[in-house]
């Protein structure tokens, strides 16, 4: 629940930044009219990933048992790749993500005509792409844990999130952005490692990898996942009391590289030190 919880506060939030960053551009340049307009891009975009997840989710029920393996192994690395996309993606551009959001504002409103739809598409681009990145996650998500904590924790995340992008949007909330993508970013590589670790797993039941499946360590006897403790991080971060060599392999082949990008200085930041020098 947790995990599905804070995947989609940190993507509803960044989406609902997107949304205010914009409609509060439209009202301080004096074209708030367009403000209606924009949420129809955020309507049809929000729709779009609703209905792909859904078709997504009930399509593969029907899968045999091999194929399920296979595509949750698919979804696994999907999700891994998204969400470390997401994380250095948010990393770059945090710093002037708010001149490029006003910038294709203008550009949208400036054509001579069909102004409306050129801001639906722009708006609805923007949102897409942080619904998608919450679709192939949750779906990820949802078939390592099963039953109805995950989905209501994803509804209880996105609904702080909407809450919370409301209070920035009319000036009663201040949050510390900064701080709070940075603490969520480094959580969520540890998901992703797990998610990493998941998808070979699954690869492996579904006959397609059958390398390394020796023990690599067993500590049932110091944490079962079976325990309140293990089933909490195997719902977190895949943990698993018995994983294979090659469960261990790709976790910490995966991990140690992203964790070193994440801690190096951005190259805007860099840039920016030698500038001050």
Same mark, same amino acid.
């Given at each position: 629940?947790?995990?599905?919880?804070?995947i989609m506060l940190r993507e509803g939030?960044?989406?609902?930044? +997107?949304?205010?960053? !914009?409609?509060?551009?439209? &009202?301080?340049?004096?074209?708030?009219?367009?403000? @209606?307009?924009?949420?129809?891009?955020?309507?049809?975009?929000?729709?779009?990933?609703? @209905?792909?997840? +859904?078709? +997504?989710?009930? #399509?593969?029920?029907?899968?045999?048992? &091999?194929?399920?393996?296979?595509? =949750? @192994?698919?979804?696994?690395?999907?999700?891994?790749?998204?969400?470390?996309?997401?994380?250095?993606?948010?990393?770059?551009?945090?710093?002037?993500? &708010?001149?490029?959001?006003?910038?294709?504002?203008?550009?949208?409103?400036?054509?001579?005509?069909?102004?409306?739809?050129?801001? !639906?598409l722009m708006v609805f681009f923007a949102?897409?792409? =942080?619904?998608?990145?919450?679709?192939?996650?949750?779906?990820?998500?949802?078939?390592?844990?099963?039953?109805?904590?995950?989905?209501?924790?994803?509804?209880? @995340?996105?609904? #702080?999130?909407?809450?919370?992008?409301?209070?920035?949007?009319?000036?009663?909330?201040?949050?510390?952005?900064?701080?709070?993508? &940075?603490?969520?970013?480094?959580? !969520?590589?540890?998901?992703?490692?797990? *998610?990493?670790?998941?998808?070979?797993?699954?690869?492996?039941?579904?006959?397609?990898?059958?390398?390394?499946?020796?023990?690599?360590?067993?500590?049932?006897?110091? *944490?079962?996942?079976?325990?309140?403790?293990?089933?909490?991080?195997?719902?977190?971060?895949?943990?698993?009391?018995?994983?294979? !060599?090659? =469960?261990?392999?790709?976790?910490?082949?995966?991990?140690?590289?992203?964790?070193?990008?994440?801690? *190096?200085? #951005?190259?805007?930041?860099?840039?920016?030190?030698?500038?001050?020098?």
């Amino acid at each position: 629940m947790f995990v599905p919880f804070l995947i989609m506060l940190r993507e509803g939030l960044e989406a609902a930044l +997107i949304v205010s960053l !914009i409609a509060s551009y439209l &009202k301080r340049t004096q074209r708030g009219r367009w403000i @209606g307009v924009m949420w129809i891009g955020v309507f049809l975009a929000a729709a779009l990933c609703l @209905g792909l997840g +859904i078709a +997504i989710n009930e #399509t593969t029920g029907e899968f045999p048992q &091999k194929e399920q393996e296979l595509f =949750e @192994g698919i979804v696994a690395l999907i999700a891994v790749v998204i969400l470390t996309w997401m994380v250095f993606w948010m990393r770059r551009v945090s710093r002037n993500v &708010k001149v490029q959001l006003e910038q294709a504002v203008d550009n949208a409103l400036a054509r001579s005509s069909h102004h409306g739809w050129a801001l !639906i598409l722009m708006v609805f681009f923007a949102v897409a792409r =942080e619904g998608l990145e919450s679709v192939f996650f949750l779906l990820a998500a949802f078939q390592q844990d099963l039953g109805i904590w995950p989905p209501l924790g994803a509804m209880l @995340g996105l609904a #702080t999130a909407m809450a919370l992008g409301f209070l920035l949007y009319w000036g009663g909330l201040r949050l510390n952005l900064g701080a709070f993508f &940075k603490w969520t970013s480094l959580f !969520i590589l540890l998901v992703a490692a797990g *998610l990493a670790a998941g998808a070979i797993r699954a690869f492996h039941e579904a006959g397609l990898w059958n390398q390394f499946q020796d023990v690599a360590f067993d500590l049932s006897n110091v *944490l079962t996942t079976h325990s309140l403790m293990g089933t909490l991080l195997e719902g977190i971060f895949g943990y698993q009391e018995a994983p294979s !060599i090659s =469960e261990v392999f790709v976790y910490f082949a995966y991990l140690i590289p992203v964790l070193v990008l994440f801690v *190096l200085p #951005t190259r805007s930041g860099a840039q920016s030190s030698q500038a001050a020098s």
